[in-house]
Nanobody, 123 residues
Framework: QVQLVESGGGLVQAGGSLRLSCVASGRIISINDMGWYRQAPGKQRELVATITRAGRTNVADSVKGRFTISRDNARNTVYLQMSSLRPEDTAVYYC?????????????????WGQGTLVTVSS
């Protein structure tokens, strides 16, 4: 019903920048919260940042001041601008949305995850 396509991951040196994008498509009526999570090897998935439809953000302390989340509601897209990257930011980054979709019989409220994009920061 809903597909998330992430892009922008890759290998970068410490101190560098990357911009992740996540585009949602499908039978979407509206998207509420959008966000990014990450999972490093051997660790649990953790919140990086979320943004409401109105633009209110919540950013993890570990990335505050370095990462910025934004969204384009017209394009069903969420972005994560990452700057001053550190080796400890190395992880698979996952896009997450909460949305209303048009179902066969009635509308449904779903939480959807992307497939993940790998960010590797070398020292």
């Amino acid at each position: 019903q809903v597909q998330l396509v992430e892009s922008g991951g890759g290998l970068v040196q410490a101190g560098g920048s990357l911009r992740l994008s996540c585009v949602a498509s499908g039978r979407i009526i509206s998207i509420n919260d959008m966000g990014w999570y990450r999972q490093a090897p051997g660790k649990q998935r953790e919140l990086v940042a979320t943004i409401t439809r109105a633009g209110r953000t919540n950013v993890a302390d570990s990335v505050k001041g370095r990462f910025t989340i934004s969204r384009d509601n017209a394009r069903n897209t969420v972005y994560l601008q990452m700057s001053s990257l550190r080796p400890e930011d190395t992880a698979v980054y996952y896009c997450n949305i909460h949305c209303w979709v048009r179902g066969a019989g009635r509308d449904e409220y779903l939480e959807v995850w992307g497939q993940g994009t790998l960010v590797t920061v070398s020292s």
